[in-house]
């Protein structure tokens, strides 16, 4: 134990201690003092007493790892937790509660703050950003564990953040190179042996490990029968004898897939030319982008015609449509109509002495009704037998005067009108 009695006077001890009290080693002590005599026998009484040692902020924190790694993969979600720092004070109460804080750093220029940030009570690091593995491979940073005594103590660790790749990325085709408005050809003689090496199809992948294998397969090719693509290499060879009867044109489309999952790929077309002489593979090229381009011209005029014709169409059917529909309207407005008709007599109707509107005086009769689609016309004698009289206060009626004979026993007799 470390604590000793010391003598101050005849009857009066001391009890002081020996060495440095550590309440991290011992919190509580209880001290037994025994006072004896020197009779015979010799006689003792005991006292115990209870010592409790307080704790003062004397341990700084320790975390359980002097260094962290953590891993955590490409595209994430803003906001994922990533992994947790913890440590560990030796004292008491306050001087034991500990708090975690980002030190200040950079990482390629930027604030590490963008990157991480870390909880001040648990220790727990989240990602503030979704990481790209393509941009940045791995980061550190050093995390500070801070405890609530005065003066406070504190410890570093560093951490690092190792980002892990995923097949987000298709293969790169580097050659041959895909332009849009010349064309680019591989000549082969037709001399060529079988395992003649044509040209070679060269790829990369930005992503790594397994995802950055490639593999090129042979998808379409005019004449399958003549040419193979390497797996691994991506060396486009003849498998045959190379004869006149081949085309000179060959189109060949390559695929490039990574080893990923779910794997990536990309297409490549290849245009090989077998020929003995540059001029004809010129011709034949030329004619063929010709071709092409006025292929896609006559497309292009072709769907417009077509579109501007339905439109002509649809335009005149519906304006066709909406004038019958018009008329069939009128006319039935027309036919149910339940106005009166009254008659009306210009002036100078009937002239009995011929000097009227009319030639020669006329006996007209006519009949109307309401609603009535039908008319009923005769005409009667010219002279005096048939003559229509007014009356000359324009209040009467008008008088028929009718011939002893038989209007309808004359050729000539005139029109009489009759309105039903």
């Known amino acids: 134990m470390p604590f000793l009695m010391k003598t101050t006077s005849k009857k009066f001890f001391s009890l ?20 004896s005599d020197e009779g015979v026998p010799s006689l003792s ?27 955590i993969v490409e595209n994430n979600t803003p906001g994922l937790s990533i992994f947790t720092v913890k440590a560990r004070d030796a004292d ?9 804080i980002l030190e200040d750093s950079s990482v390629n220029g930027v604030p590490v ?8 009570d648990s220790g727990v690091i989240h990602a503030v950003r979704s990481f790209d593995y393509e941009q940045i491979k791995d980061f550190h940073f050093c995390v500070k564990a801070q405890d609530g005594g005065s003066p406070p103590l504190s410890s570093n660790v560093t951490v690092k953040i190792l980002i892990q790749d995923q097949n987000d990325n298709p293969p790169q085709v580097l050659y041959p190179v895909q332009t849009g408005g010349s064309l680019v050809a591989e000549i082969v003689p037709r001399s060529a042996d079988v395992g003649y090496l044509v040209t070679k199809v060269v790829a ?27 797996l691994q290499n991506g060396e486009i060879r003849t498998i045959r004898q190379v004869t006149d009867k081949d085309a000179v044109k060959q189109r060949l489309t390559v695929i490039v897939e990574d080893n990923g999952q779910p794997s990536r790929s990309a297409t490549v077309i290849v245009n090989v030319a077998v020929a003995d002489s540059f001029p004809e593979v010129l011709s034949e090229f030329t004619d063929f982008t010709h071709d092409k381009e006025y292929n896609d011209n006559l497309t292009f005029y072709l769907v417009l015609a077509l579109a501007v014709v339905s439109f002509l169409f649809i335009t005149c059917l519906v304006v066709i449509i909406s004038v019958k529909i018009y008329r069939w309207r009128q ?11 009254i008659p009306y007599y210009p002036p100078r109707y009937s002239d009995t002495l011929g000097t009227g509107t009319l030639q020669h005086v006329y006996n007209y009769e006519v009949c109307r009704t309401t609603d009535s689609r039908k008319s009923d016309c005769k005409f009667g004698r010219a002279g005096s037998q ?3 009289i007014m009356d000359p206060s324009s209040t009467g009626t008008m008088q028929r005067i009718q011939s002893e004979k038989s209007i309808l026993d004359e050729p000539d007799s005139p029109l009489e009108v009759r309105k039903l």
Not at 20 to 32: A, F, K, V
Not at 45 to 71: G, H, K, M, W
């Open 113 to 120: 703050s963008s990157y991480v940030s870390v909880s001040a």
């Open 204 to 230: 990369v992948d930005v992503d790594s490990g397994q995802n950055a294998w490639l593999s090129y397969k042979l998808q379409k090719a005019t004449d399958r029968a003549l040419f193979e693509v390497g």
């Open 16 to 35: 002081v201690t020996d060495s440095e009290l550590d309440r991290e080693t011992g919190s509580e002590y209880n001290i037994t003092v025994t006072c």
């Open 331 to 341: 006319s039935r407005i027309l036919y149910h109509s339940n106005l009166p008709v």
């Open 45 to 71: 009484s005991s006292v115990t007493l209870t010592l409790q040692i307080s704790d003062v902020n004397d341990n700084a924190p320790v975390f359980e790892r002097s260094s962290y790694e953590a891993y």
């Open 92 to 100: 008491w109460n306050q001087n034991a509660r500990v708090s975690y």
């Open 386 to 388: 048939n003559v229509l």
